[in-house]
């Protein structure tokens, strides 16, 4: 298991927890608000940005990382 809390300017928080089986937990935090976050166990993935939640299609860790990240600094443009 990993986890990993990273603290970034602006008051915003990441938050990454990567479990056995394929669970894993990414997300984006403002102060008690979760801005984006992404959640996966066995084959139910999905993707929550700032409210609105969806089904997400896990293809590999990388794209997992790739679009988490691209959440986040679409986020922070607009916060």
Do not use: K, N, W
Not at 8 to 18: D, F
Not at 33 to 49: I, P
Request: hydrophobic share 40%; glycine share 8%.
């Amino acid at each position: 298991m990993l986890r990993e809390c990273v603290l970034l300017p602006g008051g915003l928080r990441i938050e990454i927890r990567l479990e056995a089986r394929g669970r894993y937990c990414l997300a984006c935090l403002a102060r008690a608000e979760v801005l984006v976050r992404y959640a996966g166990e066995g084959a139910r993935h999905r993707r929550r940005v700032r409210g609105r939640e969806e089904a997400y299609q896990f293809r590999s860790v990388e794209q997992l990382r790739y679009d988490f990240e691209r959440d986040v600094a679409d986020a922070q443009a607009a916060a």
